[in-house]
């Protein structure tokens, strides 16, 4: 009763004030326990509103990268998806719950990590998604990934030192070869790497993986900055030497999705 209340209030207001419509109904999802309930393609989701850059992240899953959903819709039942850099798990979950994707989401920045794991708990997804709090690359160590800020669902981490990171996390990266060899991961038939510059070891690390037959596409986000070019290059080169061709770009605000199919 006080939900549908709350709804109804919501509505008026957002007709009436709509500049302030978000932070109102982020704090309405505050009163009501941290959760929130969206539908999404006729399906049920269940959000952990843990901050309100979370709750902007969940309102803007279909359109913030759309061409990402229409990426992430061509995924098979039962197929298989990586989720390299998954933060909070939105595009974990709109694969796993609308697609029935079986889901390996890596996120190695802890407070990100948590708000995943509730997401997967409050969806009961934990036989569809399996989560991996570490990073991938090309070589089996630990690294410092330094921050602004690492609140859940916070972005734009480095591996290198500056002025403006005044804060890190101490993550273990492995290599995804040695998790495949050792039967921890399944080959993917989807890969999505959104992880701020470690794009390119972490291809380095996926030799393997291009190599595979099974691996039918794979989403890369590269960001504007200083080195964009440089690493879009090697990008392209290196899908290029594996058979993948470039078919799609997704401008975003800080940088753009490429769409490679074999």
Not at 20 to 44: A, E, Y
Not at 204 to 223: A, H, R, T, Y
């Amino acid at each position: 009763m006080i939900n549908n209340i709350l709804s109804f209030l919501f509505f008026i207001i957002k007709k009436l004030f709509p500049e302030k419509s978000i932070k109102l109904s982020f704090r309405i999802n505050k009163l009501l326990d941290n959760v929130m309930v969206k539908i999404i393609n006729n399906k049920k989701f269940v959000f952990y509103v843990k901050n309100f850059h979370c709750y902007k992240r969940y309102n803007s899953i279909l359109y913030k990268e759309p061409l990402t959903i229409k990426w992430l819709n061509k995924i098979k039942s039962n197929q298989v998806l990586w989720d390299i850099g998954a933060n909070i798990g939105i595009y974990s979950l709109y694969a796993a719950i609308i697609k029935k994707a079986n889901v390996f989401a890596f996120e190695p920045i802890s407070n990100s990590s948590n708000v995943l794991l509730k997401n997967i708990e409050l969806n009961c997804l934990q036989d569809k998604i399996k989560i991996f709090n570490f990073g991938l690359g090309n070589k089996n160590n630990s690294s410092k990934l330094f921050y602004v800020s690492n609140h859940a669902g916070s972005a734009r981490h480095s591996y290198k030192k500056s002025k403006k990171f005044k804060y890190f996390e101490n993550i273990l990266i492995l290599n995804p070869e040695f998790l495949i060899n050792n039967k921890l991961l399944k080959m993917p038939n989807y890969v999505k790497i959104d992880t701020d510059g470690g794009e390119i070891e972490i291809l380095k690390g996926l030799k393997k993986v291009l190599k595979s037959s099974k691996l039918k596409s794979i989403c890369i986000e590269n960001e504007y900055g200083r080195y964009e070019k440089q690493k879009k290059n090697k990008i392209l080169n290196i899908m290029k030497q594996n058979r993948f061709k470039l078919k799609k770009i997704d401008n975003l605000n800080a940088g753009y999705n490429m769409f490679f199919y074999r």
